[in-house]
């Protein structure tokens, strides 16, 4: 019997590169200590020509709050008021626009009128376009 090893079953002939991980460390050691240095010099060098002033009171300039969301006391007797209000308009008879003669009636005589008459039909012949079309 043949010992034939499997090519995906082999494992890596070679070590890490040792002093490559340790060029790798030194510079990124390197480079923290370089950020920090600037960052500290960059802040000693706005200390010094950059001044805050005194520290602003919180009061200073106090504003009225913006008007925020209304908050729902009780949302469920608010949901109740809302519903009862609909079902009173979809019940009832009144004004849409009084001007342009346009009133609401209750759905119930609104489907009773549409059974009683149906639905306006369109005529066999549409009328023929006056204007060019494009």
Do not use: C
Not at 38 to 47: A, E, K, L, P
Not at 65 to 71: A, D, F, R, T, V
Not at 86 to 112: F, T
């Amino acid at each position: 019997m043949a010992s034939e090893h499997h090519p995906a079953g082999r494992h890596e002939m070679t070590d890490a590169s040792i002093s490559g991980l340790v060029k790798f460390g030194i510079g990124l050691f390197l480079l923290i200590l370089v950020v920090l240095v600037g960052m500290r010099w960059m802040f000693s060098h706005f200390s010094t020509t950059q001044q805050l002033g005194p520290p602003a009171s919180p009061f200073a300039e106090s504003q009225a709050p913006p008007q925020g969301p209304k908050l729902q006391v009780y949302p469920a007797l608010e949901l109740k008021d809302l519903r009862q209000g609909e079902d009173e308009k979809l019940n009832s008879y009144g004004w849409v626009d009084q001007k342009a003669g346009i009133v609401r009636i209750p759905v119930d005589r609104a489907m009773d009128l549409l059974l009683k008459n149906g639905l306006p039909v369109r005529t066999s012949n549409p009328p023929k376009p006056t204007g060019k079309q494009k």
